[in-house]
């Protein structure tokens, strides 16, 4: 006789699955004296040594409710393999577990509830692809004397407030507007490494180019994500979505600290809390995670590589500056970011 059947599988959920297990009473049985066993290595009763307690003497201190639970959960442990495998079903997180019924002597029954990998049929990715380039590129924004005077003067006001605050032990600025100083090739020295003001706007502008034109890059890139995601088949776990709003209050945090605010300050100028925070990105968190998985789902079926020897210099890197940060968390970062590169050049080949 079987020692457990699956009595139900839930799959109402975008890949999300509930399985319901009845584990037959003998099953339990066999585990008794183990569980006994294994409760008497922790349980603390007056005379005895935990490990050398008597079965009597444990059953009578904790009921046999409890040897049922922790053989329950032994049988749980021993099976949990098996019994995903009858399922088909196998998840990408850590299941949640819970005894819904017990009783000494008596069938059990629990619940095992977890995400399964998301389901994605990616559109005609390269079609949409040509289309996109075949509309042509937008004509480069020019970029005019009136952006790079504007650089220059923001310059003129940081290297003013950083020389007052050099001068100045009382960092008060009461005393009225800072003082700019003149643009000229020694001010140019002060900036960078340029040696006249003419070199200085020109590396002003050609940086406002480039800015402009990597714009640009991520208009087209943003459009034609859109059109992929919108003609795709996706399903994704709620919990994906979950944690790439965590993700973006963290991001959120990060800019306020920025700033020099408190997070708690700042919520509390807007008037609103981390939930709300988090459910106001909602709709950006959901295409986040829809664009990575079909960014993935691409670079899976191009057969795309990261190159390992620029992904271990990249995570050298980070590691050198964040040295508290978690090597296989940064590793996953960058050798993500690496495909979507290579996907990118792909599709605008």
């Known amino acids: 006789m ?20 009845e584990v037959k009473s003998e099953a339990l049985n066999k ?31 904790v009921g046999e409710y409890a040897i049922y639970e922790e053989a329950t959960r032994m049988f749980i442990d021993t099976n949990f393999v098996t019994i995903l495998q009858d399922s088909k079903h196998f998840p990408i997180n850590q299941p949640n577990i819970s005894i819904t019924k017990l009783a000494p002597n008596e069938d059990a029954e629990i619940k095992i509830e977890f995400a399964t990998a998301p ?56 005393h009225g507007e800072l003082e700019l100083g003149e643009v000229n090739d020694a001010f140019a020295q002060k900036v960078g490494p340029f040696q006249t003001v003419e070199e200085m706007k020109k590396a002003i502008y050609e940086n406002l180019v480039a800015n402009k034109a990597q714009r640009e890059v991520e208009k087209r890139r943003i459009q034609l994500i859109d059109e992929v995601i919108e003609k795709s088949k996706i399903k994704y776990p709620e919990f994906l979505l979950r944690s790439e709003q965590s993700i973006m209050l963290e991001e959120l945090k990060a800019d306020v600290a920025q700033h020099g605010q408190p997070f708690a300050e700042y919520l509390k100028m807007i008037n609103k809390t981390e939930d709300d925070v988090k459910e106001e990105r909602k ?10 998985l079909v960014l993935s789902k691409i670079a899976n079926e191009e057969k795309l590589k990261a190159d390992q020897v620029a992904v271990d210099e990249q995570v050298a890197e980070i590691l050198r500056t964040h040295v508290n940060a978690d090597k296989d968390n940064v590793r996953m970062f960058v050798e993500r970011f690496e495909l979507n590169q290579l996907v990118w050049k792909m599709l605008e080949a």
Do not use: W
């Open 283 to 292: 709709e950006m968190a959901d295409k986040r995670v829809k664009t990575q």
């Open 2 to 21: 079987a020692e457990y059947k699956i009595k139900k599988t839930n799959t109402d959920k975008d890949c999300e699955v509930t399985l319901e297990i």
């Open 119 to 174: 389901e994605i049929e990616v559109a005609d990715y390269k079609k949409i692809a040509k289309k996109n380039i075949s509309e042509g590129k937008p004509a480069a924004e020019e970029v005019t004397d009136a952006e790079v005077d504007s650089v220059v003067l923001n310059l003129q006001r940081e290297i003013a407030h950083h020389e007052y605050h050099q001068n100045h032990a009382d960092h008060d600025h009461s």
């Open 31 to 61: 585990l008794k004296d183990e569980a006994i066993k294994r409760i008497g290595e922790s349980v603390k009763i007056d005379g005895f040594r935990p490990g050398n307690i008597p079965a009597k003497v444990i059953l009578e201190k």
